[in-house]
């Protein structure tokens, strides 16, 4: 079946506006700064005795203030756009 595109007007664009618009409600800082400016140990946070860092997407922290963040890796390399990336999680 040949792709097709159909343009027509996006419903509810209103929400999509506002969705993009959002502010980020945190600091973004590396993940490596986590080491420092808490003081601890380096294998304290993903040790690596027991998890191996290539099988590792993306990882983060939120302190209240801070959200650490580690680079996006894929199996092809680290991904520009982590930003963009979906993450899913259960609190």
């Known amino acids: 079946m040949p792709a097709q595109f159909i343009a027509s007007d996006i419903k509810n664009n209103q929400n ?3 969705y993009s618009a959002k502010e980020n409600l945190y600091n973004i800082k590396p ?3 986590l080491y420092s400016e808490f003081e601890l140990n380096l294998n304290s946070f993903l040790n ?3 998890v191996d860092p290539v099988d590792i997407s993306i990882f983060g922290v939120i302190d209240g203030n801070n959200h650490y963040v580690s680079n996006c890796n894929t199996r092809l390399g ?3 756009f982590c930003d963009h990336v979906s993450i899913f999680f259960n609190c």
């Open 16 to 18: 999509i506006t506002s």
């Open 31 to 33: 993940i490596e700064n």
């Open 48 to 50: 690596t005795n027991y």
């Open 78 to 80: 680290e991904f520009p």
